[in-house]
């Protein structure tokens, strides 16, 4: 991820009215017991009428104060995994299936335990893939050989889904879809693209080779990758970086080389000057992506995760800095403007307190622009501060984010190493904002449509109630809320499709000795879209 600093104050941008939303954060943690136990059981079938859907983005829209059961938080906790450089994952190249695996069982774990719900996996660091492809080869972040498979064999992306979905996590693959081979990416190979296709790559003055998008080729070629995984795996998102034309030090600060795609546009008679033209070849292939994935898959996710601002002095107080619009040929403000995107991650790498590049200024101008409505994730750099100053940091921006954002609030944190060096860290994360669970926010662009709920059966003995339950569509259910309410006090636990079973304490005992009896549960299936089934209160 691209991380740029700002060296010289220009002017200074008062922040005070967003200060109102620090909010200092409780430390309770909730645990409970899960036991087991069969004795009697029952079987119920909730009734299935979504006319009087519980949920708030179904098609018959009712007031969330006549819900019996209160409604789970809602919010996108995500964590990037990089693969390029073996930044995060995998912790080297060459190591074996059984470590390889090993280490991403750590880092979901770390995910779950800690009530995040989404990771971002990058599966495409160079024109290779950390996933079987006929059409790149096997990473050499991955093997230590670009083209060789894991051994012994097994996907890793696949690999990936299914152990993200065992715990509730939704996967997204990270893909750049323009960088061709890495300066730490090994030698060039025969495998490589710039050997196997050498008409789509060019070469820049640092050693990178960049595919050129405006090469009509390059187009089609990183469409297919994309549509390869849409169509193959089992993901919950496609996700873009802020790698769009190279970042100009790539190229020692000299102009893309890129004459030859140009020459052939204007003999096609072409009209846009370079520049637009440059950004009209990425215009189109964010457009192209976006279109077909909903045409194919449209409970896949499609976000892209930009350079923190759109342009200097976009908002005003950025007088000077990165301008991504015409370096990197990258009109994000247009993304957003059109929705061609279901959520939108700028990388706001910046502390609250940094008067030209502000969190929340920042983020306030791009709600500005989401003219659609899509989700608005900010991308929050976790590592820059250490101590009770990156925890001050950290949670004030994720505070300031559901203040602002308060009807689809959402994080992602770069990355997940902070995570693990910094254990206060993400400590201070799960005693604050994240000690309850939260479903992902929905998506009503595209669809409102109320899941079926599942079939539920319980049996109870001596010291708890076993509940099961099961769905006829289970390929199109990505979670279960499992509610219990003791007393008169209701609670949930949320769990991944594979999950589908429960055991929930007759009686529960507080820190102050005080018992509960369990009183009620419920049991709710939320589909890929978010959308959750009916809410039946079952009364024991």
């Known amino acids: 991820m691209k991380?740029?600093?700002?060296?010289?104050?220009?002017?200074?941008?008062?922040?005070?009215?967003?200060?109102?939303?620090?909010?200092?954060?409780?430390k309770k943690i909730y645990n409970k017991d899960v036991k087991k136990g069969n004795e009697t059981q029952k079987?119920?079938?909730?009734?299935?009428?979504?006319?009087?859907?519980?949920?708030?983005?179904?098609?018959?829209?009712?007031?969330?104060k006549k819900r019996v059961v209160p409604a789970p938080e809602r919010e996108f906790r995500a964590a990037w995994i990089a693969s390029v450089a073996n930044i995060n994952w995998p912790s080297k190249r060459g190591l074996s299936s059984k470590q390889q695996k090993e280490e991403a069982i750590k880092l979901l774990d770390l995910l779950h335990k800690n009530n995040f719900n989404a990771v971002v996996l990058q599966v495409r660091p160079q024109a290779d893939a950390m996933y079987k492809s006929d059409l790149e080869p096997w990473s050499y972040f991955l093997t230590g050989t670009q083209g060789k498979a894991p051994s012994p064999y097994y996907d890793p992306l696949e690999f990936w889904i299914k152990e993200a979905h065992k715990r509730g996590l939704e996967l997204h693959a990270w893909l750049n879809p323009y960088r061709a081979h890495h300066t730490t990416g090994g030698e060039v190979t025969a495998a490589s693209i710039v050997n196997k296709q050498p008409e789509l790559a060019v070469k820049l003055e640092t050693g990178f080779y960049w595919l050129d998008p405006g090469?009509?080729?390059?187009?089609?070629?990183?469409?297919?990758?994309?549509?390869?995984?849409?169509?193959?795996?089992?993901?919950?998102?496609?996700?873009?970086?802020?790698?769009?034309?190279?970042?100009?030090?790539?190229?020692?600060n000299k102009d893309f080389p890129d004459d030859k795609s140009w020459k052939a546009y204007l003999n096609t008679g072409g009209k846009l000057k370079r520049d637009n033209w440059r950004r009209d070849n990425v215009n189109q292939f964010i457009k192209s992506i976006y279109t077909?994935?909903?045409?194919?898959?449209?409970?896949?996710?499609?976000?892209?995760?930009?350079?923190?601002?759109?342009?200097?002095?976009?908002?005003?107080?950025?007088?000077?800095?990165?301008?991504?619009?015409s370096e990197l040929y990258a009109d994000a403000k247009l993304w957003l403007n059109e929705g061609w995107i279901d959520y939108?991650?700028?990388?706001?790498?910046?502390?609250?307190?940094?008067?030209?590049?502000?969190?929340?200024?920042?983020?306030?101008?791009?709600?500005?622009?989401?003219?659609?409505?899509?989700?608005?994730?900010?991308?929050?750099?976790?590592?820059?501060?250490?101590?009770?100053?990156?925890?001050?940091?950290?949670?004030?921006?994720?505070?300031?984010?559901?203040?602002?954002?308060?009807?689809?609030?959402?994080?992602?944190?770069?990355?997940?190493?902070?995570?693990?060096?910094?254990?206060?860290?993400?400590?201070?994360?799960?005693?604050?904002?994240?000690?309850?669970q939260a479903l992902t926010p929905s998506y009503p662009w595209l669809s409102t449509t109320a899941p079926e709920a599942p079939t539920v059966n319980y049996s109870k003995d001596k010291d708890n109630l076993s509940v099961t339950w099961a769905h006829k569509h289970?390929?199109?259910?990505?979670?279960?809320?499992?509610?219990?309410?003791?007393?008169?006090?209701?609670?949930?636990?949320?769990?991944?499709?594979?999950?589908?079973?429960?055991?929930?304490?007759?009686?529960?005992?507080?820190?102050?000795?005080?018992?509960?009896?369990?009183?009620?549960?419920?049991?709710?299936?939320v589909d890929k879209f978010g959308n959750e089934s009916i809410v039946k209160e079952i009364k024991l």
């Not at 079987?43 to 969330?64: G, Q, T």
């Not at 009509?216 to 996700?239: A, L, P, W």
């Not at 500005?368 to 590592?383: Q, V």
């Not at 921006?397 to 206060?424: C, F, N, Y």
Request: charged share 20%; with cysteine; aromatic share 14%.
């Open 3 to 26: 991380m740029l600093f700002y060296k010289n104050t220009k002017s200074i941008y008062i922040i005070a009215l967003f200060t109102l939303l620090f909010i200092s954060c409780s």
């Open 215 to 252: 090469n009509k080729k390059t187009q089609n070629h990183s469409y297919k990758v994309v549509m390869d995984i849409v169509e193959r795996y089992n993901v919950d998102g496609i996700h873009f970086d802020d790698y769009f034309y190279p970042y100009p030090s790539y190229n020692n």
């Open 292 to 325: 077909n994935i909903k045409e194919t898959k449209p409970n896949v996710k499609f976000g892209i995760s930009p350079f923190g601002f759109w342009r200097p002095n976009y908002p005003a107080s950025v007088t000077a800095g990165f301008d991504q619009y």
């Open 43 to 64: 079987s119920i079938e909730i009734d299935k009428n979504i006319e009087v859907e519980n949920n708030i983005e179904v098609e018959k829209i009712i007031d969330l």
């Open 474 to 525: 289970i390929d199109k259910i990505a979670n279960w809320v499992v509610y219990y309410k003791y007393n008169s006090k209701w609670d949930y636990s949320i769990h991944g499709n594979f999950t589908n079973s429960q055991n929930i304490p007759l009686v529960k005992v507080d820190n102050k000795n005080l018992r509960s009896n369990l009183k009620a549960i419920a049991i709710t299936a």
């Open 344 to 436: 939108f991650t700028p990388q706001l790498y910046w502390p609250i307190n940094r008067m030209e590049v502000s969190f929340p200024v920042l983020l306030n101008w791009w709600i500005g622009e989401n003219t659609k409505e899509r989700h608005l994730w900010p991308g929050m750099s976790i590592g820059r501060k250490k101590g009770e100053e990156a925890i001050d940091e950290v949670i004030n921006q994720i505070m300031i984010t559901r203040g602002m954002t308060s009807k689809s609030p959402g994080t992602v944190h770069w990355s997940i190493a902070p995570l693990i060096d910094s254990p206060e860290l993400t400590e201070a994360i799960f005693n604050g904002p994240y000690k309850k």
